[in-house]
């Protein structure tokens, strides 16, 4: 059975450690002991609560088929005449996306703000996690 270490487990959810900790604490997120008195929590129970998170309302969203919302900080905008890129940082992931200048300056977006990533995608890779 798969187990992750705390550090690990809030890593995964783009959690800080103490916050993880407060969830297993209130007892929403069920953890264990290894032999060394270290917090451990099994992969299918962390999955499910990673699922159960998800599926939580996020209210600054509107209905939208797409699911992947990642809400990072903008680090870079590049303009020219027609097109805008603009970099989010959304915990450890860079997302990149090109889009028209009007747009971005239609959203107010610059260096330092918020926002949200909306990715829908027909194609999806996955690989393992573990290097393998």
Do not use: C
Not at 15 to 33: E, I, K, N, Q, Y
Not at 39 to 55: N, Q
Not at 77 to 104: N, T, W, Y
């Amino acid at each position: 059975m798969t187990t992750y270490r705390i550090g690990e487990a809030a890593e995964l959810l783009g959690v800080s450690v103490d916050t993880l900790r407060r969830w297993v604490d209130a007892g929403r997120l069920p953890a264990g002991r290894d032999d060394h008195g270290h917090r451990h929590v099994a992969g299918a129970d962390l999955a499910a609560f990673a699922r159960s998170l998800a599926d939580e309302p996020d209210p600054g969203s509107s209905r939208s088929s797409a699911r992947n919302r990642l809400r990072g900080i903008v680090t870079a905008i590049m303009r020219d005449g027609v097109m805008a890129q603009v970099d989010i940082q959304a915990g450890p992931f860079r997302v990149v996306s090109l889009m028209s200048r009007e747009a971005v300056d239609d959203l107010g977006l610059e260096v330092g703000s918020t926002a949200v990533a909306v990715i829908k995608s027909t194609t999806v890779v996955v690989e393992r996690g573990d290097g393998r």
